[in-house]
């Protein structure tokens, strides 16, 4: 081959190495016709929400338009909880290695971006800014679903992000919320006022006080009524006064009485120089709220400890493998990998202990073995979710450990109730013993039942059980490590009037259980 030949036969070949395999955007939530104000007057702007219970990494990639041409790396984000991050869309080219206005080159008057987050209550929204006419506009547009839909489904709450502040445009955008109770009944609703927090003028770090909570009211909503409210307003029932930097804040509503809040929220801001009225209520959910399963249930351990568990549990996606931030373009560079679907997604929980405390726990699911390991705290749950069930053990402060079960909420509603057991042996040629400890079980609209026990003394073994309900008659069979209580045997209990019992034999005796109703976390 002569040396010519080889020369262009390399050239091809390293042209053919750097061609970009194209994105799959399915795997992402979509963000169409940004512009980074290099093409016009109108500049994006897209804000980024954190509803998980700790700092939460958004992956996003930036796409022309026209051109179908990736610019630059995939810029990863970590947002601090509950805060809401305003970019331009130039600051997120700068951050992917790419420059404003390099579009021009290929075409492209536009930019697609696609963003990725594994947590259920991430979410985002995407404002347009035409400094010259002072137009802006909420151009989101949800291909995922409404980040409301989300963070009811994650948290039971609704949040409005990025609310204006008294320390933005001195008046000139004021923001207004209306709060609608839909319910038939007069309702009481818990307003948090959060700092959403600012970039630093690096563009790139973000102030301290970021998803910091500055101050909570209660807002009375009559039944089929609507109650509008400035946000100056709120900012006066909360006592705040923010700063010249916290010039917007999230507004996070619950149920003060739990549960999810029967109330829709708007925001809208005034155009002052136009005169006019801007919907600003549209954000939108990074993953379908559909998508993602919720399990509900109970936890039975040492020293008689008890309580309920709610986890969430979002199905595994495609995701980048790049793991930071880079100056060079991805233009030179092959991505293939950020189609490779990765097994691994996020989970979240409340554990809520008999004793009143409320324990944030965060953690993995791994749809390859169906494991999904939780922690927090101190505690560190270690289990499996297959068949609509999710079950294992767990270790939490003061070498405590016990066992936990809950259901799938896909099959109905789940009720849970705790309570304990005291049995009496009378095995063949030895004296009578007395045993005893936690038994709480939980049980789904459509019959199935699941639970969990946890010996307190006599030697009792903890473990889990598995059953199903016909009307008032549950039928269960107890697992554990040891033969106490019940192990392998069929138990019948009665439900009634928010109680359930039963009795089962015990080597050679007779044990009895009995529980009432449960609350589960409102998370």
């Not at 979509?30 to 980024?48: H, K, R």
């Not at 990736?70 to 970019?87: E, F, K, M, W």
């Not at 009307?471 to 107890?478: A, E, P, Q, R, W």
Request: charged share 5%; glycine share 12%; proline share 4%.
């Amino acid at each position: 081959m002569s040396t010519a030949l080889l020369a262009v036969c390399l050239a091809s070949h390293a042209k053919a190495v750097e061609k970009q395999a194209a994105v799959n955007g399915s795997l992402y939530a979509v963000v169409e016709a940004t512009y980074d104000g290099s093409t016009g007057p109108v500049t994006s702007y897209l804000q980024f929400f954190d509803g998980a219970v700790a700092t939460t990494t958004f992956s996003v990639i930036i796409v022309g338009a026209q051109s179908g041409q990736t610019y630059g790396q995939t810029v990863n984000l970590q947002i601090p909880h509950n805060a809401s991050i305003q970019y331009s869309l130039g600051q997120l080219l700068k951050l992917a290695g790419s420059a404003t206005g390099a579009g021009k080159a290929n075409g492209d008057t536009s930019y697609t971006v696609y963003i990725q987050d594994p947590d259920a209550a991430a979410g985002f929204q995407h404002v347009t800014w035409n400094p010259g006419s002072t137009y802006l506009e909420n151009a989101s547009i949800c291909s995922n679903g409404l980040l409301a839909a989300a963070t009811l489904a994650s948290n039971s709450n609704i949040v409005v992000p990025n609310v204006r502040t008294s320390s933005l445009g001195g008046g000139t955008f004021p923001s207004l919320l209306e709060f609608h109770n839909y319910g038939s009944t007069s309702a009481t609703y818990q307003i948090a006022v959060v700092d959403a927090g600012i970039l630093g003028a690096d563009g790139s770090t973000i102030n301290a006080s970021a998803g910091t909570t500055v101050g909570q009211a209660s807002l009375a909503v009559p039944a089929n009524s609507t109650v509008y409210k400035l946000f100056t307003d709120l900012q006066t029932a909360v006592n705040w006064q923010p700063s010249s930097t916290q010039i917007y804040a999230n507004v996070i509503v619950t149920n003060a009485t739990g549960g999810a809040p029967a109330v829709v929220v708007g925001h809208s801001i005034h155009n002052t120089p136009l005169g006019g009225d801007i919907n600003m209520t549209t954000a939108c959910a990074v993953n379908n709220p559909t998508s993602a399963t919720k399990y509900a249930g109970t936890i039975a351990g040492l020293g008689m400890q008890s309580g309920t568990l709610v986890a969430t549990v979002q199905p595994s996606s495609a995701s980048s493998a790049s793991s930071g931030l880079s100056t060079q373009s991805s233009v030179e560079r092959p991505q293939a990998s950020i189609e490779r679907p990765q097994s691994i997604s996020q989970t979240s929980a409340t554990l809520l202990l008999s004793t009143g405390t409320s324990v944030l726990l965060s953690g993995t699911f791994d749809s390859s073995t169906n494991a999904v390991n939780l922690s927090g705290n101190g505690y560190t749950f270690t289990g499996t979710a297959s068949g609509g069930i999710y079950s294992g053990t767990y270790t939490g402060p003061n070498s405590g450990s016990g066992y936990f079960s809950t259901l799938s909420t896909s099959q109905g509603a789940v009720t849970a109730y705790c309570g304990t057991y005291n049995e009496t042996r009378n095995p063949n040629g030895n004296d009578p013993s007395t045993a005893g400890g936690v038994f709480n079980l939980q049980i789904a609209a459509n019959g199935t039942v699941s639970g969990d026990t946890s010996g307190t003394y006599g030697g009792s073994n903890a473990g889990t059980f598995t059953g199903q309900a016909n009307g008032s008659i549950v039928n269960v069979t107890h697992m554990s490590s040891g033969k106490d209580p019940a192990n392998n045997t069929d138990v019948v209990a009665t439900i009634q009037n928010g109680t359930v019992s039963g009795t089962y034999p015990s080597a050679g005796g007779t044990g009895t259980f009995s529980g009432s109703t449960c609350a589960l976390p409102s998370s």
